[in-house]
Nanobody
């Protein structure tokens, strides 16, 4: 069974930093794009950042210059370094990846993590 497991969330004061990690495990053949989404209370889930298998990155405007996404292809892991955090960054953060797996070796399927809470508050 393929899964994404997030870690690194928690409570941080405004201006602080957190680093989220997301590791993919299971019978994975290849991973295409990996990314982070977030959903704040009462709002729709939105893309925060994503990174291609080749390392090209994309960020939503509100986090540019503060967040950095990276990945370690050897470890099937994606990271999100979050600096200068603001209260409006408070949300559940979800990891996402497009994978070819043993159950679906000929096409990419979208896999989601269970979500991890980030709270920015004094």
């Amino acid at each position: 069974q393929v899964q994404l497991v997030e870690s690194g969330g928690g409570l941080v004061q405004p201006g602080g930093s957190l680093r989220l990690s997301c590791a993919a495990s299971g019978r994975i053949y290849s991973i295409n794009d990996m990314g982070w989404f977030r959903q704040a209370p009462g709002k729709q889930r939105e893309l925060v950042a994503n990174v291609t298998s080749g390392g090209r990155t994309n960020y939503t405007d509100s986090v540019k210059g503060r967040f950095t996404i990276s990945r370690d292809n050897a470890k099937n892991t994606v990271y999100l370094q979050m600096n200068s955090l603001k209260p409006e960054d408070t949300a559940v953060y979800y990891c996402n990846a497009e994978m070819r797996t043993a159950l679906a070796p000929r096409r990419y399927v979208e896999v989601w993590g269970q979500g991890i809470l980030v709270t920015v508050s004094s």
